[in-house]
């Protein structure tokens, strides 16, 4: 694999943290287009309704924000479209036409009969997209969602733009991922938890990962983690990293687990930073 080379810069977070970036193997010499978002620009969950679209057989729920290019936002275990950080939302609605939605029996969506995979629910993503009338996204995946991005981008390279993962692991049956693993087998054990996120269990203890696949990957990618992150460490987004050529690695130090719900201005702003840069040669 091309050597590649990493850029460490430091920025200054809300609440006096830090946050550590590393761009791991920026391919080309791209140029950043300008992401200046001013003030935080919050959205409103309650003022904007929910929408529905039939995706294989069942009714998604997914909300709208903002213009501009696509921007699908695939949501982590157990989490609805109401859980998401509204200022981390609104940062990226103010560029991107910002997507959110509900995974098949969870929240907002219905379900049917169908065995829960991860192959499943990246495919329920790209109904939507054709739902919505796009022939591709850029994706932005967080802990549960960017595996099934994962699984996206290798099943259905053509659909995906580009792609930001988000709190992310290649597998939950790794050393690193067990305190994960074992909130997942609580979860599945347990008859008294609510059906959609049982699957979303079981989907997770069935997948055989993506570490194969990630090599294969052709998209401008970026994975972003917090080094406080005890569910998917950091060091799994380090390993990934080094399997996806050219991608970015974006480590904010002190954050944990999804850490757009900490600092949402910073998270929001890294991402439109990756997602405007042009990384193509430059002629």
């Avoid at 140029?31 to 409103?44: L, R």
């Avoid at 103010?94 to 509900?102: A, G, N």
């Avoid at 998209?219 to 917090?226: E, R």
């Avoid at 974006?250 to 719900?261: D, E, N, Q």
């Amino acid at each position: 694999m091309k050597k590649t080379q990493v850029y460490t810069l430091i920025i200054t977070a809300a609440m006096c943290l830090l946050a550590a970036m590393v761009f791991a193997g920026i391919s080309g010499t791209g140029q950043i287009a300008s992401q200046t978002v001013g003030q935080p620009q919050s959205v409103s969950f309650n003022a904007t309704p929910v929408q529905y679209a039939q995706v294989n057989g069942i009714k998604l729920g997914y909300r709208e924000f903002g213009s501009g290019e696509p921007l699908l936002m695939v949501e982590g275990f157990g989490a609805t479209i109401d859980g998401w950080n509204q200022t981390f939302i609104g940062i990226l609605a103010s560029k991107y036409h910002v997507y959110t939605y509900d995974h098949r029996g969870m929240g907002y969506s219905s379900d049917n009969n169908a065995t829960p995979t991860m192959s499943r629910y990246a495919d329920d993503a790209v109904g939507l997209m054709t739902a919505l009338g796009y022939d591709s996204m850029n994706v932005y995946g967080v802990s549960m969602g960017s595996s099934i991005s994962q699984q996206l981008v290798i099943d259905h390279p053509e659909r995906v733009r580009k792609l930001v993962l988000d709190s992310t692991s290649y597998s939950v049956r790794i050393p690193e991922t067990k305190r994960l693993l074992g909130i997942i087998e609580a979860v599945n054990a347990d008859p008294t938890q609510p059906q959609g996120l049982r699957e979303e269990a079981q989907a997770n203890l069935a997948w055989n990962g993506s570490y194969d696949g990630l090599s294969g990957i052709r998209k401008d990618v970026m994975l972003v983690v917090g080094t406080a992150d005890t569910t998917t460490p950091d060091a799994v987004s380090v390993q990934m990293a080094g399997q996806i050529n050219g991608s970015w690695l974006v480590r904010f130090k002190g954050l944990p687990h999804v850490g757009s719900h900490y600092a949402p201005i910073e998270y929001g702003e890294n991402a439109l930073t990756f997602l405007g840069m042009d990384e193509s040669p430059l002629s």
